[in-house]
């Protein structure tokens, strides 16, 4: 009799997000990247993409990691242990019904958040490793606009934290709003008007749909940990 054994190893870490509220779930391991195949994904119980294929080994590992990581928050949670979280045509994560969430991963750390949509309308998290200087001469004026670029000479961060910050901020921002939003929208869309040691407020350059308005505000929480930036956002339900 054959047993499915595999390749792909895992530790399970406490969360570093900043998630302040007791009906939010949130698993993080951390992993290497390793050569792996079909039978992780079956050992996993994680259902293989459609393009598995073509992923080099560095996505294959990232992608099972993110979806190790919510199938622990959807248990946390309590809710179905099988849910298969399959991606939409749009790549994103397909989460059962009731359920809100959000997957992010970096090439040695993933994570995964849930709520439940009776509790919360929004949420979103983001880690990234903070970029090196050459990068960050590349994409700063990408990510960052001038009122940015603006507050980062009051502050005494590293230009490479700061657009790191920045970029992991807006892509939580992003990740929250996409279930109202359905589409793509630039990194400008979202300005930085206020930054504490914990918080970041942004404000909205751009409508977006029916229910997000220029002038909106959306608070960031952030932790900067081991050369890592972890950002997320909540949104709460109102009664």
């Known amino acids: 009799m054959h047993l499915l ?21 949130c698993r ?32 294959r590992c990232e992608y099972l990691a993110g979806r190790i990581c919510a199938k622990m928050a959807l248990k946390q949670y309590k809710t179905e242990e099988h849910y298969e979280i399959i991606s939409n045509p749009d790549r ?13 991963h970096t090439e040695s750390i993933a994570a995964a958040c849930i709520a439940s949509e009776s509790t919360h309308t929004n949420i979103g998290i983001d880690c990234e490793k903070v970029i090196s200087s050459d990068l960050c001469k590349e994409i700063e004026h990408q990510v960052l606009v001038a009122h940015e670029f603006d507050i980062y000479r009051k502050i005494k961060f590293s230009k490479e934290l700061f ?3 920045i970029f992991s901020a807006k ?3 992003f990740k929250s709003l996409y279930k109202d939003v359905r589409e793509v929208f630039d990194f400008n869309t979202a300005m930085l008007i206020e930054l504490t040691h914990d918080n970041l407020k942004f404000v909205l350059t751009k409508k977006l ?15 900067v940990i081991d050369n890592h930036v972890f950002t997320s956002n909540n949104i709460k339900m109102v009664e």
């Open 209 to 223: 749909a029916k229910r997000w308005n220029v002038g909106d505000k959306i608070n960031i929480q952030y932790r």
């Open 163 to 165: 657009v790191t910050l």
């Open 92 to 104: 994103s994560p397909c989460w059962p019904n009731g359920i809100i969430g959000s997957i992010t």
């Open 28 to 59: 993080q391991i951390s992993f290497e990247i390793t050569d792996i195949d079909e039978t992780d994904f079956t050992f996993h119980q994680v259902a293989l993409p459609l393009a598995f294929n073509n992923m080099v080994p560095k996505r």
């Open 5 to 25: 054994s595999s390749h792909f190893k895992y530790s399970l870490l406490p969360s570093d997000f900043l998630l302040p509220n007791e009906h939010v779930y």
């Open 171 to 173: 892509e939580s921002i």
